[in-house]
Nanobody, 115 residues
Framework: QVQLVESGGGLVQTGGSLRLSCAASGSIFSINTMGWYRQAPGKQRELVAEMSSGGSTNYADSVKGRFTISRDNTKNTVYLQMNSLKPEDTAVYYC?????????WGQGTQVTVSS
């Protein structure tokens, strides 16, 4: 089992910044992809950004140029730097970590961007 603890969400004004963190613990060997998804009220959960163990990244078009994902493998932690936030970025953000044949999810952290 992998446990994920997220932090860094909150309330911010349009144009502001937040940094999310997700620390993995437990059975952390063979972790492949670490990333972030989000789910807004009434919408499906969607990919925001992810990074493979080799450093390859994948971003949703809506966040390209504004969000940056990074990971510290020595700390088993993934980060999401969110700049130029917009009201449409408001959602619960979930950390997701994959290992062969399984994915683990964090409990979610609320990000609210006020207009």
């Amino acid at each position: 089992q992998v446990q994920l603890v997220e932090s860094g969400g909150g309330l911010v004004q349009t144009g502001g910044s937040l940094r999310l963190s997700c620390a993995a613990s437990g059975s952390i060997f063979s972790i492949n992809t670490m990333g972030w998804y989000r789910q807004a009220p009434g919408k499906q959960r969607e990919l925001v950004a992810e990074m493979s163990s080799g450093g390859s990244t994948n971003y949703a078009d809506s966040v390209k140029g504004r969000f940056t994902i990074s990971r510290d493998n020595t700390k088993n932690t993934v980060y999401l730097q969110m700049n130029s936030l917009k009201p449409e970025d408001t959602a619960v953000y979930y950390c997701r970590v994959t290992k062969p044949y399984y994915a683990y999810w964090g409990q979610g952290t609320q990000v609210t961007v006020s207009s």
